[in-house]
């Protein structure tokens, strides 16, 4: 056990009290000292549009984040995960915001031709509010809704119109007209039944998933080389009251979701991330990589430099025996 | 018992300066792991159960006391870099103390926007490699080796963000095949730590029964928590750590069995810098987090690569 003398004592709660005000300041202020290092995704400003295309040579100039994803374990059915990460870039016009994602996937699964199987699919997704705290990344809660946006593989030319459409094999001998009436769903305007390739829904808990009131989203994908890339784009303030306004909101959380349809990954079964910070920025695409290169490798030239100069310094001088 | 007197060893600090560098990092400590607890761990998950809103008074109690422990914890954490600048300095190891300097004084510039976040993630690295190379230099090579592991460890993961986000020569595999590199190193490093501080410290490889037990206790619930809710585990681990969570929990559960018993078995050995030093780095986790996590890794490196530990660090 330690004792000290009075003026150590005094000043040793002195600091102390320097510290635990200086913390209450903080906090009462509402200050937050520590800066974040992990990726958050920016959508730079660009001039032209990258007009869903997602070979646009524009994409290579917004910065990437690789998201990691994990099965879907909140809720049953439970599962997926077969895709270990989605690489998700972002870039905005004036008027409307584009986000790419792109993940491996060897299969090309379109079609849902049969029982069993199922498409390949993303979405993303985004409170439906700016608030203080994020809503739950599980499909929302009763005070935080999400707005999601679906895209299914498949789709970007529209939904299959007939039986021979989803299987060269199928083969049907009623319904000799393609008439909306005799697609009753199609006909009360189910959006499952609606030709869109991204759907946009909004929920607020488990089994409230429902389409948006305004159908806005656009999306285009392609697959080559075992991989897919998917461009979502909708108006920056393109948004009805269940929707996020990204115009008015500078940051906003996004998650995004991935289903191997080869894997019978469908509806919970998914790849899931949790919620990261897209920021709409005014400004263009960075050119900064040179330059942290560079600082990176004078750092350690200059340290390499010292600690020579330091093991130097030590051979030639007697050992501190302290 | 130890009576603090004016006179001290030449290149030590003076012992009335306020508190010793041992002593901020020991409350650092205490505050940090609160605010793991609080923060990054409980309301973490609390914010995702259903019906939260329901007891919303005693849970922003909670986490109002979190966010004190964290305010508290980043005040003491800039306290104890601006010691360890000190004290590098005093024991003439300035490029180590030019490093922590240096980094402190980017998250500084990096919080009011003077520098951007690649130019903050670059010398972040940098004073993580040259404390590493400080840490070899200054402890003997078995206690030397899983620090500078848990170091390295940082490093790749860090500078492999750092070349996927900012240049573009990374593609999104390699970046997951870095990553996974990195956490098997980290693993690596708390697997051996175990034995090797023991051998550093002169201890026989078994230590006692009750640290032992202890030991086991920490494995048996890291592999629990592992198998048992794996989704929400690995997404704390990958947010606190920096840790994807994809190796077997049994390797976790060895991991974290082993740095009990170097942790344990340097605070009671006379090696307190080198335990504190073990705890900042797991508090730190491996890869750029933020610069309060990057700032623990920091001080936990420079605290280690502080020559004469105990009897010198405070």
Known sequence: MKAFSKPVRRRRLMLLAIVVAAALTLQIADVHPAVAQIPELTAHQISSSVALDPGARLWTRAQPVAMPLSAQAGVWPFGGGSVSMVEVRAVHTDTELFIKLSWDDETF??????????????????????????????MGQADGGVNIWHWQAGMSEGRPQTIEDLSEHGYVDRYPSTDDLYFPAREAGNPVATPLPVTDLVAVGFGTLAPASE??????????????????????????????????????????????????????????SQFVLLNVSPEGPPRQGLVMIGVLGI????????MLQQATDRRSLPQDVS | MNVATGSVAPG????????????????????????????????????????????????????GFGRLAFALAVVLLAFLLMRLVRDLHRRGLDYLSASVLGFTLAAVLARTGAIDSGVLAAVTIAVVLVLMFGVFSAC????????????????????????????????TGTLGWLTLRSEELAIIAAV???????????LPPIPSPR????????????????????????????????????????????????????????????????????????????????TYQSGLTIAGLALAALPGDARTAG
């Open chain 1, 109 to 138: 699964d379109a079609k849902p031709s049969g029982i069993d199987r199922f498409v390949d699919a993303a979405a993303v997704e985004f409170p439906s509010e700016a608030r203080s705290s994020v809503p739950a990344i599980c």
């Open chain 2, 12 to 63: 030590t600090a003076p012992e009335d300066a306020g508190f010793s560098t041992r002593s901020l990092a020991a409350m650092l400590i205490g505050a940090s792991v609160l605010e793991l607890v609080i923060l990054r761990i409980g309301t973490r998950t609390a914010i995702h159960i259903p019906g939260i809103e329901s007891v919303r008074g005693p849970y922003r109690l909670i986490a």
């Open chain 2, 140 to 171: 003997d090579r078995f206690v030397a080796v899983p620090i500078g592991l848990c170091a390295l460890a940082f490093a790749v993961a860090a500078t492999a963000g750092v070349l996927y986000r900012w240049t573009g020569v990374l593609s």
């Open chain 2, 192 to 202: 051996v730590s175990g034995p090797l501080v023991r051998r550093g410290l002169g």
């Open chain 2, 211 to 290: 640290l032992m037990w202890t030991a086991v206790g920490t494995a048996v619930v890291v592999i629990g928590a592992t198998v048992a809710n794996p989704s929400s585990t690995h997404i704390l681990m990958l947010w606190n750590f920096g840790l994807t969570g994809v190796l077997p929990a049994a390797v976790y559960g060895l991991a974290a069995a082993s740095l009990v018993v170097s942790i344990a078995s340097a605070a009671r050995h006379d090696r307190p810098g080198v335990a504190a030093a073990l705890v900042l780095l797991l508090l730190g986790g491996i890869g750029l987090i933020s």
């Open chain 1, 299 to 306: 750092g350690v030239i200059i340290a390499g430099a010292l």
């Open chain 1, 215 to 272: 159908q806005n989203v656009q999306g285009r994908a392609e697959w080559s080389n075992d991989r897919w890339e998917v461009v979502f784009s909708r108006g920056l303030s393109d948004a009805s009251i269940d929707q996020i306004d990204l115009g008015e909101e500078p940051s906003v959380d996004i998650a995004v979701a991935v289903w191997d349809g080869s894997r019978k990954e469908r509806d919970g079964r998914k790849s899931v």
